[in-house]
C-alpha cells in the first residue's frame, strides 16, 4: 500500500508545477512576440517550408498564430482557465506532431533520411532507414492519439522519449557547426530535420523546451477534458477522478 | 507509473508497427534494406584519407573544399571547380552527349531549374531515371554530376551508383563542387521544366557575366 503524499511533497509538486506553468507561458510570449517583430520570417517558414500554398489559409496562419501564442502564454502565465489551457496544450502538440510528421513523410521521406544521417546516430543502413522511414509517421500517430484524447500519457511519455535524445544530437551538431564555422553558437542556421526547414540553433531549442515542457505537463495528467479515452487501461472517469486533485492542487 | 510505462511500451509498438506501415503504403516509400549511401563505406574505411599528407593537410585546415576533395577522393572521385564546369559546359562535345551534366536532385528541383540540357538522375528512385541516362553514360566521355552544392552529397552517391552499377571508368567523372547554388550565382543560364525544353533563364546575367570575364 502506497503512504500518502506528505504535505511537504505536496507543496514542493505544487511549486514544481506552477513553475513549470510560468515557464511555459513566458516561452510562449517569447515564441509569439518573437513572430510578431518578425512577421517576414515567420511568412516565409509557413509559405516555403511547410508549403502551405493555399493563399487565405497561409494569411490566416500569419497573422493569427503569433497573437495566438502571446494569448496562450498569458493565459498560462496568469492561471486562468486551466484545463482549457492543458487540453489547448494537447491540441497544439498534436498538431505540431502532426504537421512536422507529414512534412517529413511526404513528398521525399529520403530528403529526411539524409538530414537524419547527418547526425551519425548509427552506422547500419537498415537501422538509418528504419528511423527515416517509421519516426515521421510515428509522429503523426502520436499527433493523432493526442488530438483524440487516446493514451494521453502514453503519447506524452513517448513524445518526451523523441523529444530528448533528437534535442542533446540537435545540439551537439549544432556546438560542432559554430566550432568549424567560427560563428557564435546563436548564428548557427541549419535544417536539423525537424520538418520546418533550416532554422536558427537557439530558436529551434526554445521551441524544443516548450514541446518537452507540454509533453510532460501532460505526461502527470492535465489535458483530460474532451478526451475519447484517456488511459487504455483505466476508464475515462477514474482517470479524470485521479487527476483533479492534482488540477486543484496545482491551482 | 506502472500503468503509464505500460501505456507508453503499448503506444511505441503499435506506432511503430503502424509507422512501417504507412511508409510502405506511401508513393515514395523507403526501401529498409537499400543501402542510399554508399560512398560512406567507402569514405570511412579508406585509411587514406588519414594517412595521405594532402589529405592531412586538408582535414588540418578545415577548409570545406580541401575537406570534400579529400572526400571525393577517397571514394574515387574527382572535384571540379566553377571554371571547369563552365568549360565543360562549353565543350562542342556537349552536343553530341560527349560531355554530359547528370543533375542529382528530386523532381521538383529540377523542374525549377536546371544547367541546360543535363539528364536527371534521382538516386532515390533509380527504377525511374537509369533508362533515361544508362546508354549516355556509358557513351559519354565526361560526366559532371551535380546537386545543390554546399552539404548535398546527392551527387557523389549518385556519381558512385551509376559508376560502379555501370562500370564507368572513375576517370571519366567528375563531381562540381559548387552545385547549382553556385552555377546560378555566377550568373549561367538554366533550363526550366523538362530537359531540353529550351525555356532559358539568366540569358542576361550570363552575356554581362562573360563580357565581365566571369566563369571561363
Redesign the interface.
Known amino acids: 500500500m502506497k503512504a500518502a503524499p506528505s504535505a511537504g511533497d505536496k507543496h514542493s509538486l505544487d511549486i514544481a508545477a506552477l513553475l513549470a506553468r510560468w515557464l511555459l507561458g513566458g516561452l510562449f510570449l517569447y515564441l509569439g512576440v518573437g513572430k510578431v517583430l518578425h512577421p517576414a520570417e515567420f511568412a516565409k517558414l509557413v509559405r516555403e517550408e511547410l508549403a502551405i500554398a493555399n493563399p487565405f489559409l497561409s494569411s490566416l496562419i500569419i497573422t493569427t498564430v503569433p497573437w495566438l501564442e502571446v494569448l496562450y502564454g498569458l493565459v498560462l502565465l496568469s492561471g486562468i482557465a486551466k484545463n482549457a489551457a492543458a487540453v489547448v496544450a494537447r491540441w497544439w502538440l498534436a498538431g505540431v506532431f502532426i504537421v512536422m510528421g507529414l512534412h517529413k ?7 529526411f ?2 538530414l537524419v ?2 547526425y551519425h546516430l548509427v ?1 547500419s ?2 537501422l ?3 528511423i ?7 509522429e ?3 499527433g493523432l ?1 493526442l488530438l483524440a484524447g487516446v ?1 494521453v ?3 506524452a ?2 513524445s518526451v ?1 523523441m523529444l530528448v535524445p533528437f534535442t542533446i544530437v540537435v545540439l551537439k551538431e549544432a556546438l560542432r557547426r559554430a566550432a ?1 564555422e567560427g560563428i557564435p553558437f546563436c548564428a548557427v542556421k541549419f535544417d536539423c530535420g525537424c520538418g520546418a526547414g533550416k532554422v536558427f540553433i537557439c530558436h529551434k531549442l526554445v521551441e524544443n523546451t516548450v514541446l518537452l515542457l507540454l509533453s510532460a505537463w501532460l ?1 502527470t495528467g492535465r489535458g483530460w477534458p474532451l478526451c475519447l479515452r484517456f ?4 476508464e475515462k472517469k477514474a482517470a479524470s477522478d485521479l487527476t483533479k486533485p492534482a488540477e486543484q492542487a496545482a491551482s | 507509473m506502472k500503468t503509464v510505462l505500460q501505456e507508453g511500451a503499448l503506444v511505441a509498438v503499435i506506432g511503430a508497427a503502424l509507422a512501417l506501415a504507412a511508409n510502405a503504403l506511401s508513393p515514395h516509400p523507403l526501401e529498409l534494406t537499400k543501402d542510399y549511401f554508399p560512398g560512406d563505406k567507402v569514405a570511412s574505411r579508406s585509411p587514406a584519407v588519414a594517412t595521405n599528407a594532402t589529405n592531412a593537410a586538408a582535414i588540418i585546415t578545415n577548409s570545406p573544399l580541401e575537406l570534400l576533395s579529400a572526400r571525393l577522393r577517397a571514394n574515387g572521385l574527382q572535384l571540379a571547380d566553377s571554371n571547369q564546369v563552365a568549360r565543360c559546359f562549353r565543350d562542342p562535345r556537349r552536343e553530341q552527349d560527349g560531355v554530359i551534366f547528370i543533375d542529382a536532385r528530386d523532381e521538383e528541383h529540377y523542374v525549377a531549374g536546371h544547367i541546360p540540357g543535363a539528364f536527371h538522375f534521382d538516386r532515390f528512385r533509380p527504377q525511374d531515371y537509369l533508362p533515361n541516362v544508362v546508354q549516355v553514360c556509358q557513351t559519354a566521355e565526361q560526366m559532371v554530376f551535380y546537386c545543390n552544392g554546399g552539404e548535398c552529397d546527392d551527387s557523389e552517391h549518385a556519381a558512385i551508383m551509376l559508376r560502379d552499377s555501370l562500370g564507368i571508368p572513375k576517370e571519366k567523372v567528375f563531381i562540381y563542387g559548387g552545385g547549382f547554388t553556385e552555377w546560378t550565382s555566377n550568373g549561367l543560364p538554366y533550363e526550366l521544366g523538362a530537359r531540353n525544353s529550351g525555356d532559358l533563364t539568366n540569358m542576361v546575367k550570363a552575356a554581362a557575366s562573360a563580357k565581365a570575364g566571369g566563369p571561363k
Do not use: D, E, K, Y
Open positions: 513523410a511526404l513528398p521525399h521521406p529520403q530528403a533520411l539524409s544521417r547527418q552506422t543502413p537498415i538509418l532507414n528504419s527515416g522511414a517509421a519516426l515521421p509517421w510515428f503523426v500517430f502520436c492519439l493514451a500519457r502514453g503519447a511519455l513517448n522519449v568549424v505526461l488511459s487504455l487501461f483505466q
